[in-house]
């Protein structure tokens, strides 16, 4: 995670959730305040660094679970003795190109994770496989997947990707992570029925759209993009968490249909008033800091969200009043917690 001055331990969490938080470790994730990578801190792929020979590794074949993460491979090659198998890590090394993987056929889990890869490809054969993370590598399309109809979860996190494509036939993905590419329009995601995570933060996205048919959606990230506009959410009628922070919404508004919201993160946007969610009285934790918002009578909004546990407000017009975490504690009882700091009682 990045690293933050004392006075913006917030923003940490806004970045955080709004992430999925299942592709890489707390080393390797890092993460600059508006939910890019910090390139002061990116993944340590050093060019100079010489790749070793897998001879030079030795492979248990009754192994199941695999760790080969630094190792400084240059090539995927030797692992047909890995018949067992289930998982293997791969993660930060040189690896430029995806092969070599054809007899891995019992493989549940492949982690690419932090490498120089520029295709996807030669990984037809494992069938069986139910998770893929190729990110922080230089991708540019979605590719060869057509035959990995058992993913559950596929991290395509930080490369160079510019559009949603080729995932048609994933009828079992459940978590999607595209987030850090540039991809300007959300599209080509209707087959996806039973996909519950959506995670497209850091892109060129400007319109929220083409979402209809994920009923099942439960956590739709899409932080740091274009959007001006909340609309085309009201077919996501299961929708738990979802994070728009970052962007130039200036109003709230087409929430009407997502009644099952337990957090709802819009902070750093242009809003002005707080209105249009009284409905949503599953709402847990409420995101929105850094807008516009001056007047403490839009509270009121919050009133039948009675299991509402955080609300951050700070770097809004309404933080100048002295008494500031007061109004907020009379006005909304059941907070334990204002900003970054929980109420003592």
């Not at 955080?16 to 707390?26: A, C, F, K, V, Y």
């Not at 893929?132 to 991708?139: A, E, P, Y």
């Not at 933080?319 to 975490?325: G, L, M």
């Amino acid at each position: 995670m990045a690293t933050l001055s004392v006075g913006e331990p917030q923003e940490m969490e806004v970045d955080r959730r709004g992430e999925s938080e299942e592709s890489g470790d707390d080393e390797t994730k890092r993460k600059s305040l508006n939910g890019e990578v910090d390139s002061r801190q990116a993944p340590s792929t050093v060019p100079e660094e010489s790749p070793v020979d897998m001879d030079t590794i030795t492979l248990d074949p009754d192994e199941e679970d695999v760790d080969l993460v630094h190792c400084r491979i240059g090539k995927i090659e030797g692992l047909e003795v890995l018949k067992k198998a289930k998982t293997i890590s791969l993660r930060q090394n040189l690896i430029k190109c995806i092969e070599n993987l054809e007899s891995l056929v019992s493989l549940r889990e492949l982690d690419l994770y932090d490498n120089q890869i520029r295709k996807l490809e030669n990984i037809e054969a494992l069938t069986e496989l139910e998770q893929l993370d190729v990110s922080f590598n230089m991708l540019r399309k979605i590719e060869g997947l057509d035959r990995l109809t058992k993913i559950k979860k596929l991290f395509l996190l930080h490369n160079k990707i510019t559009s949603i494509a080729n995932l048609d036939h994933l009828t079992s993905l459940q978590m999607l992570e595209l987030g850090s590419n540039r991809i300007r329009v959300i599209e080509n995601l209707d087959f996806l029925s039973f996909l519950e995570s959506l995670f497209l933060g850091t892109n060129k996205i400007t319109r929220l759209q083409n979402l209809d048919g994920l009923h099942n959606l439960m956590v739709l990230s899409i932080q740091s993009n274009r959007i001006t506009k909340l609309e085309g959410l009201q077919n996501l009628v299961n929708l738990r968490e979802l994070y728009l922070s970052h962007n130039g919404i200036e109003v709230i508004e087409g929430l009407e249909n997502n009644k099952k919201l337990t957090t709802l993160d819009i902070a750093a946007n242009r809003i002005k008033k707080i209105e249009n969610i009284n409905h949503l009285t599953d709402l847990k934790e409420f995101w929105m800091n850094d807008n516009q918002i001056d007047n403490w009578a839009d509270l009121d909004e919050l009133k039948n969200a009675k299991g509402l546990e955080t609300i951050y407000l700070e770097r809004n017009p309404l933080q100048k009043d002295p008494q500031y975490r007061r109004k907020i504690m009379l006005a909304l009882p059941s907070v334990r917690q204002i900003d970054a700091t929980f109420i003592r009682f």
